[in-house]
C-alpha cells in the first residue's frame, strides 16, 4: 500500500522561508514523476511544481523563480524549497504521482502572515 506522509509546515512571515518533505512508502519514487500541490481554504487544489524520473522540473507561474522541488531517492524523499513566501501561498500543500496518483496523505498547512 503506497503512503504519502508530507511534513515541515508552519507559520511563517511574508519573505521567509520552508522546505517542505515528503516521504513515500510503498512505491519508489525514483522511478515516477512527483509533484506538489496545495489547496487554499475555498479554492480547487492546484499542481504547484513537478519533477520527473531523469529529474526535469516544471512550475506553476505563481512560483517560478521561489520554489525549487528536490527528490532525494536513497530517502524515497521529495521536497519543496520555498522561498520569499507571499501571503497568496498560504494553503494545505500535498504531494502525489502526478501521472499514478495515489490516496493524497494528511497534507502539511502552510501559513504565510505577518
Known amino acids: 500500500q503506497v503512503q504519502l506522509v508530507e511534513s515541515g509546515g508552519g507559520l511563517v512571515q511574508p519573505g521567509g522561508s520552508l522546505r517542505l518533505s515528503c516521504e513515500a512508502s510503498g512505491r519508489t519514487v525514483s522511478v515516477y514523476a512527483m509533484g506538489w500541490y496545495r489547496q487554499a481554504p475555498g479554492k480547487q487544489r492546484e499542481s504547484v511544481a513537478t519533477?520527473?524520473?531523469?529529474?526535469?522540473?516544471n512550475y506553476a507561474d505563481s512560483v517560478k523563480g521561489r520554489f525549487t522541488i528536490s527528490r532525494d531517492n536513497a530517502k524515497n524523499t521529495v521536497y519543496l524549497q520555498m522561498n520569499s513566501l507571499k501571503p497568496e501561498d498560504t494553503a494545505v500543500y500535498y504531494c502525489?504521482?502526478?501521472?499514478?496518483?495515489?490516496?493524497w496523505g494528511q497534507g502539511t498547512q502552510v501559513t504565510v502572515s505577518s
Open positions: 502525489n504521482f502526478p501521472n499514478n496518483p495515489t490516496r
Open positions: 519533477v520527473t524520473s531523469n529529474g526535469r522540473t
